[in-house]
């Protein structure tokens, strides 16, 4: 599996919008901003208030849009970096290859930090910046399902299941 444009929007929304479904909580949180807009015109003609409103629409199309392109284009040197994920009993391996690095490493389900999956992901971070994407569509041998059955139980509240 390779870090593409879509795994690492996906795994940016899943930090930054949890359990929500990002689009919809996009649409709401510019509605919010919105009529806030409309507040800060017709009700309160205050600088501060305008400012207010003028940060959260930034910030709100930042999160949704433009974090996760500069994400993208910050994690260059992994783009051409595939990933082949090995799930045993008690342990996961992972084996990288690339042009420049080819590697093998093992870890342990206790040993991870958390895990955020989402309808197409598994975000299995080993510590709490790095992540390894899982791609439930390149899954053989097995299923998604017995995956989570290895990890979840023994991180609890670290375990994330988001509903999109």
């Known amino acids: 599996m390779k870090y593409d444009f ?21 649409q709401i949180s510019m509605i919010f901003w919105g009529i ?13 208030l305008a400012f207010l409103v003028v940060l959260g629409i930034f910030l709100n199309l930042f999160q949704y849009f433009l974090l996760p392109k500069m994400q993208y284009r910050l994690l260059a040197k992994l783009r051409e970096t595939e990933n082949e994920f090995i799930f045993g009993e008690e342990s996961f391996r992972v084996i990288s290859r690339s042009a420049a690095y080819q590697g093998e490493a093992e870890m342990r389900y206790e040993l991870i930090v958390k895990v955020i999956e989402n309808s197409r992901y ?25 995956i989570r059955k290895r990890m979840e139980p023994g991180l609890g509240k670290k375990y994330m299941i988001c509903k999109y």
Request: glycine fraction near 4%.
């Open 6 to 26: 879509e795994t690492v929007r996906a795994l940016t929304h899943a930090v930054y919008y949890k359990k929500r479904e990002p689009k919809e909580a996009f």
């Open 36 to 48: 806030m807009a409309l507040f800060a015109i017709f009700a309160l003609p205050e600088m501060l």
């Open 122 to 146: 598994f975000f299995i971070y080993q510590t709490n910046n790095q992540v390894y994407a899982v791609d439930k569509e390149t899954i053989t041998g097995g299923s998604a399902e017995d």
